[in-house]
Structures are given as structure tokens and as C-alpha cells.
């Protein structure tokens, strides 16, 4: 079992252009969250998808961001215009249910 | 929602000492503690958890204490080894896919 895998693990934009955030979410698993953690603190919800499903956004920005969890492929967290506070890692996390959920490595955002 | 706080921030052990990191939650209807630990660059993991069934939870040399009354848990580590080094994160959720609410970390340095 690979794990959760996330891609790219680091990702540099300039300021304006868009990042696309990729989360293949363990086999079997079909509760995927993703998590921002901005440097020395700890992390904050964005949002919880299931496939072809957003349960909970209460965390997402209300512009820009957008997150999908499509029937194949990889769970997308797309963050469009993007602006030097949008510099964090991203993690995401998935489950097999809800809960004691597992996470990736992480996407270290650097906006320039 | 839900508001975690975590102390200390920074907490400094010599080798083969024990350490605390304490957290209270706001959130009564939170009934899933988590606790998570992540090394410089790397993915936050799993360590132990508890649910509000049980107040006190062991594995080796970590348990988890948890007073539902006070809204109150704490992590404890005996016999530090140098890499227990590492950020410590409580969290808290109602569970059932809920998000987790995660403390501000706490540094734990063990010295040789």
C-alpha cells in the first residue's frame, strides 16, 4: 500500500498564476481531507470530499480556492490567482471512514 | 466551533525523562482527541488516539489522558528518547467525519 500520495511536494508560482494541488488517497479509502499549515503553526481545515462529493467547504477561502474529488482520479485542490499568503504546505489526508485518518507528505506552496 | 488550545508551546526534557504537552477543547459534543507528531519537512502522523468512551489510553511509552468533565486531555511520554524530538499536535473532532480542529503544536526537544 503506497500510502497517501501527494504531487508535486513542491511547487513555486508566480504570483497570479493558478497551482493545482494533487491527492491520490489510499487504496480503498474514499474520505479525503485537505489540511494548510502555514510556517510555525498548526494545520486548518479546508475541506472534506467524498467521491464526486463536497461534505464540508466551512474551511476553503471563499474565492479562489476549489476542490474536487472526482469518480477516478486523483482528489484536486486548485487554487486560482494565487498571492504570496497563499505560501504553506498543503496537506491532504485520507480514510477508509471517517476518521484516524492518514496524511500525505504534503505540497510546499511558495508563491514568488 | 471548536477551539483547541495546547500547552506548552516549547517543552525541553533530558533523555529518560518524562514529558507532558496538555490540551483543553471548547467543543462539548467533541467526542475524537487525536494526537499527532511531525518531524522538520515531514507529513504529520498518527501516534495515538482516544474517544470519549475511555479516559485513559496506553501505548509503550505514550498515553493519553482525557477529563470529558474539564474538556480537558493530555499526551504523556515516558523515558524520552532523542527522536521523540519532534512537534507534538493535539486535535479535537465530533467524530463521524467531522474536521479536526488541531492545537498550535508543541516543540518537544529531548536533550542528550
Known amino acids: 500500500n503506497a500510502g497517501v500520495m501527494q504531487n508535486p511536494r513542491h511547487l513555486v508560482r508566480r504570483r497570479g498564476q493558478e497551482a493545482r494541488l494533487r491527492c491520490s488517497p489510499m487504496k480503498g479509502h474514499s474520505h479525503v481531507y485537505w489540511y494548510r499549515q502555514l510556517p510555525e503553526e498548526g494545520l486548518k481545515f479546508m475541506v472534506y470530499l467524498q467521491k464526486e462529493n463536497i461534505i464540508d467547504e466551512s474551511g476553503m477561502p471563499k474565492e479562489r480556492f476549489s476542490a474536487e474529488f472526482p469518480k477516478e482520479g486523483p482528489s484536486i485542490l486548485r487554487i486560482q490567482q494565487v498571492v504570496r499568503g497563499d505560501s504553506a504546505a498543503y496537506f491532504c489526508?485520507?480514510?477508509?471512514?471517517?476518521?484516524?485518518?492518514?496524511f500525505g507528505s504534503g505540497t510546499r506552496l511558495t508563491v514568488v | 466551533g471548536e477551539n483547541v488550545e495546547q500547552h506548552p508551546s516549547t517543552l525541553s526534557v533530558q533523555e529518560g525523562d518524562s514529558a507532558v504537552i496538555k490540551c483543553t477543547y471548547s467543543?462539548?459534543?467533541?467526542?475524537?482527541f487525536p494526537w499527532y507528531k511531525q518531524e522538520l519537512g515531514k507529513r504529520p502522523q498518527l501516534i495515538i488516539d482516544i474517544r470519549s468512551n475511555v479516559g485513559e489510553k496506553k501505548d509503550q511509552r505514550i498515553a493519553v489522558t482525557l477529563n470529558k468533565t474539564a474538556k480537558h486531555f493530555s499526551l504523556h511520554i515516558t523515558e524520552t528518547q532523542p527522536e521523540d524530538s519532534a512537534v507534538y499536535f493535539c486535535?479535537?473532532?465530533?467524530?463521524?467525519?467531522?474536521?479536526?480542529?488541531f492545537g498550535t503544536g508543541t516543540q518537544l526537544k529531548v536533550e542528550l
Open positions: 467543543d462539548s459534543a467533541s467526542n475524537y
Open positions: 489526508a485520507s480514510s477508509p471512514a471517517p476518521d484516524g485518518y492518514t
Open positions: 486535535a479535537a473532532s465530533r467524530g463521524g467525519g467531522n474536521k479536526l480542529t
